[in-house]
């Protein structure tokens, strides 16, 4: 999947989809994108900077969504500018996909919309690139009707993501089977931060289990996928929304070497068949 | 939840919810409508003719999506007056929320979309009657939060409906704790004929398991609750959707008897408890 | 299944199985199996005493076992011949069935062992009716070989008991679509009780939730099943084990009216079909 | 845990537990125990031969159990004798306990049968090392009241073991996550071949997925644990049991040197956290 000239997701280099959870200001992702972006080049990743403009599907509508549509947008396009990194960012109905094509670079499916299929056509109709996250209640392999979808739009610009299946109410478990399933129909990056969320898990709100993170990602990695997403922030307890998952910033650095020698024995490996 | 004046989900008399899954045509939609209106008047049910407009989230975009919007609105509205019944059918986007309100009685929040803030409030909003599906990956408690979303709006009209919960992949299990836990927040429906669907279960499509949908019928019913949601048709096999789990509507008589049975049951010990 | 001359599962009259959970006095069994005994004969059922001799796998090892396996089973025979009632009770290793069948008339086999080959063999070969419970990992098709073990050794008496699959960590759903795949191979028993338990979800034991034993009764026996499992116990949370599911013995006698009637329900539809 | 003089689970080691599913002959133990010891050696694992002595709870009884348990033994403490490796086995009845551990390094306690007490008191009695199976229904966290049942006996020489969970039915997933739980109570093993069966999925007998376990394998290991167990055949095919799931014996070289890999990098990074 080609994100900008030269950024490929699914080439020799895995690409990183990071940034805070939502666009809570510009200073704070210039912050968290200006670091990431730093240690991603240290590390051998290419950087593609994320945010939300909306939470569109919290728990309850007591919680934080959205700074404004056009007031994240502008902010996106200023982090993408100022920092020269391509952009990725959610979108919920097919009439945000143009709009919201023509300041990032990819277009994000959520989980939950992983089978709307004019969601699916809108955005790729843009023409722009289509990372398509798999339902909590999708089997792996049915995520190929998805990229279908995408691709009958003649853009081939598409890649899977993973981030648990339900297994059980409030908690999700990430099947590693799925990782090389998906890979059979696009590139698969592997969500981090969302893969240990606990759905509803503290009433009106998810929570989630931060200190699986490290274990996941390295597992995940090793079985051989081309990229990775993980949200972070410099004060995880103070985020608008998702902190109980997100990686606090002043460890992505170190987090980011770990990745980098997992996923290079995954890509090692990748092809190990026992046949 | 009142859907017309005399015809309220949660009072003495079960509300039917049931026609084809798709508007496929108007004679089909008279045929079916008027003969499950005859045997829900026989046996006591209030009746709310069901048909979708669009099948939004077929598995593959193959699949039969609709004859067009507003050709089966037309159809929904032709139906709805010709047979003197009120209608239900899905929306999918927050911009279809009003237009379709002007034609149907009770907006219909599909199960995956069932935590989307924009449309449920979108639906909220009409001040019609909202019925919102359980999401296959939502615990039954969390679903306070969909309801506490739609009457933010001021709509007190809203009702929640089970359709079964992710077993693993390919599987769906209608866990009946669900349904006096869901009661709770608003009055409930079952969805008999989804809740033996089995998700992607036959490749490009959804399988189905019609032949436990008596059981499962039964069980709901007897643990006493609101309504019933049913998608029947002539011909099963040559349905456009969801065949494999359709009742065929020559049963439908006996099967809304030996329903009307067990709602009885259900209703008489609903508050039977064992502290 | 036979349990003693006229008293038969899968005939004309529901059987019931009940008591506390475990042995844990004379005076105790005698003064629950008397009063069980008084209702089930009021409400129609053929009713067999439970209790176990032995809590065999108890999660950890502080919690109560037994009185002792030769006290328990002194007492078991005592309240047999007391109130004239058949018994019924566990059995863990295959050493055990010679000794235990002397003195019941039906050996049960717990779920975590509805696979062990060895100890189906043996309560086969013991003659007694054999009672087995379905695994909380055993899809319930699978347990036709479980049936197929024991008529191999040329005993016929055998049943099926549903009591929840594994949703997740720490809590069970009844698949209602099981009871009638079991019912292909064997009668079916659903156990109330052990069915709403929430295995070690209290740390070093389980929890329960004894407020839904009403509900999935009521939906269990209306899809038409052959007996009923249920643990009661004057003072639940004085009980040695499985307090938080008991059912209280002061509501036994409604519980049973209510179950009757749903019973009736589901014999009435048990063959309902909608093809 | 310490399996003999100088070969200890949890140490700067791997241990590797590897043979035949089950006791077929003399010579094919042979043929495989004297290859895989010498893979082992060159790829830095300690090597325990494995093998079992009955298939005590195969899903049909039509299916092979055993070659007679006193030959089974016989055999095993030959291949050990011969090969110079320590052994581990199952047991499940109680009193097997004493007389296979007069032949055997460490016991194995099957995972349907984890939480029967007597078994893990006979097994910790013997003082021998006891390996432990975590059921397919049990949450990792609760496996830490089987370890203190056989530590009660006096017997510290204790370990776990990951083999997969239930999701849905004939399906099983490895969440991840359970390794590092189940580690705070004792060393670790990740049952490789298990982890991709399918129970009962084949009918009377289980399936298996051999194509994943490379990557089950790969991902286990990187989280950071303490040894592994692999099922493995000249002709899978032609084994007597789990053929689906095992891996073949020319294979097992390569995947040693991947899996000693993908250990180092679990190793390196086992204690990275993210606070």
């Given at each position: ?8 997701l699914g080439s ?17 992702c210039l ?9 991603a080049?240290?590390?051998?990743f ?5 945010a939300?403009?909306d939470?569109?599907n ?6 934080f ?6 007031k994240?947008l ?14 990725v ?10 709009e919201v094509?023509?300041?990032v ?8 919309l992983?089978?709307?299929t ?23 392999e ?20 993973e ?13 590693m089977?799925?990782?090389?399933i ?15 969320q ?15 993170a ?5 597992a ?46 995954g890509?090692?490996y990748?092809d190990f068949?026992?046949?």
């Amino acid at each position: 999947m080609q994100i900008r000239e030269g950024i490929v997701l699914g080439s020799e280099k895995p690409v990183l989809f990071a940034g805070p959870c939502a666009v809570e200001s510009l200073d704070i992702c210039l912050e968290i994108g200006s670091k990431v972006k730093a240690w991603a080049e240290e590390h051998g990743f290419s950087y593609v900077f994320k945010a939300s403009f909306d939470k569109a599907n919290r728990t309850s509508s007591g919680s934080f969504r959205s700074i404004g549509m056009d007031k994240s947008l502008e902010v996106l396009q200023k982090v993408g500018k100022e920092l020269n990194v391509p952009l990725v960012t959610d979108i919920h109905e097919s009439y945000q996909a143009a709009e919201v094509a023509e300041v990032v670079d990819v277009l994000q499916i959520p989980a939950f919309l992983c089978r709307q299929t004019d969601l699916l056509l809108a955005a790729g109709n843009t023409g722009k690139a289509v990372k398509i996250k798999r339902g909590q209640f999708m089997a792996p392999e049915d995520m190929q009707f998805a990229v279908k979808k995408v691709r009958s739009t003649g853009n081939e610009n598409v890649c899977l993501t993973e981030r648990g299946f339900s297994l059980g109410y409030h908690n999700l478990v990430v099947d590693m089977r799925g990782l090389p399933i998906m890979r059979q129909f696009a590139p698969v990056v592997f969500d981090i931060t969302h893969s240990v969320q606990q759905p509803g898990g503290q009433g009106g709100s998810s929570g989630g289990q931060r200190e699986f993170a490290p274990f996941l990602a390295r597992a995940a990695a090793a079985t051989g996928i081309d990229g990775f997403f993980i949200e972070t922030h410099p004060e995880p307890a103070k985020a608008l929304s998702d902190g109980p998952n997100l990686i606090p910033l002043h460890r992505m650095g170190d987090f980011l070497k770990m990745l980098k020698e997992s996923w290079e024995l995954g890509r090692k490996y990748q092809d190990f068949a026992v046949e």
